[in-house]
């Protein structure tokens, strides 16, 4: 029984988003799950935030509902609308709704730039209230226990924090995600791209020499994501120098002089 026991737990483990801590990050989120509290998560594209989330959730037994974020986002798209069904008028939730009413992590990704009637419906969420308007329900709902608000953005962007009341901003708890260092990131690009350390130790030394270029006109860095792209496409038997071309260089900038810089830069570092 008791061995039967420990091979489901195994089992189960074994299906938990692998994810690499970089520092407290997990303790924080842990804590701020256990108080009800939303969670801010900053740092730039590709870098691991919604890994994190998922590792957390999994980890917390929690439902996660993920919502990508774009410019034209309206409050309708997080809380629902009516929608015409076979002649009928019929209330659809959106995924806030379904997340508030089970208790859900319902994780707003890269909110880019928060409109106002959004801000609106995630204040009374955020305070000691924990509820959600469904004004065109003419209701309130209660949060379920569990329900946990979490917004990621990246810092480097046109910032939501111009939108977001400073008031409502206060009560997220903020984490801040970054690059991993660069023997977990050579553990992350190996293991997610299946290639050997050597290879992906090669590529981080690359992402780290994009990362440190002086008064770059790149808007992105090379992300752990580009990385693992790179890896990916080495595993499946291109060159390394063709793999970062076509996953790195090429997507990082259009500029015919800035793609040559860094052909060169990659040249230097592999
Ligand atoms: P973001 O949400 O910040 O844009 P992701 O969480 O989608 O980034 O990360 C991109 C990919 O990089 C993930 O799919 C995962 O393969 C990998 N990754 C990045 N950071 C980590 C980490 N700390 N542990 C495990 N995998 C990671």
Not at 10 to 31: H, K, L
Not at 160 to 180: D, W, Y
Request: with cysteine; glycine share 10%.
């Amino acid at each position: 029984m008791l061995a039967n026991d420990r091979a489901t737990a195994v089992q189960a483990d074994s299906q938990a988003p692998f994810y690499e801590a970089a520092g407290d990050e997990a303790a924080v989120f842990r804590a701020a799950a256990r108080g009800g509290l939303p969670v801010l998560l900053k740092g730039p594209t590709g870098c691991g935030k919604t890994r994190f989330v998922q590792a957390m959730a999994h980890e917390l037994g929690r439902e996660l509902i993920t919502v990508a974020g774009h410019e034209d986002m309206t409050s309708a798209d997080l809380v629902g609308r009516f929608l015409l069904k076979g002649g009928e008028t019929v209330w659809v939730d959106g995924p806030l709704t379904r997340a508030v009413r089970a208790g859900a992590i319902c994780y707003l990704d890269e909110v880019v730039e928060a409109r106002q009637d959004t801000v609106v419906v995630i204040h009374p969420l955020t305070d000691h209230r924990r509820e959600l308007a469904l004004d065109r329900l003419g209701t309130a709902l209660p949060a379920a226990p569990g329900f946990q608000l979490v917004i990621s953005y990246n810092p480097g962007y046109q910032s939501v924090l111009k939108n977001i009341k400073e008031s409502t901003r206060q009560r997220f708890v903020a984490i801040e995600l970054g690059f991993p260092p660069a023997e977990a990131e050579t553990r992350i690009v190996a293991r997610e791209a299946g290639i050997d350390a050597a290879t992906a130790g090669a590529l981080v030394g690359l992402g780290n020499a994009v990362r440190g270029l002086d008064g770059s006109p790149l808007r992105e860095v090379a992300s752990t994501r580009m990385l693992i792209l790179a890896g990916v496409l080495v595993a499946h038997g291109l060159s390394l120098r063709g793999a970062v071309q076509a996953a790195v260089v090429q997507v990082l900038s259009d500029d015919p002089d800035v793609v040559r810089a860094l052909g060169e830069l990659a040249d230097a570092v592999l």
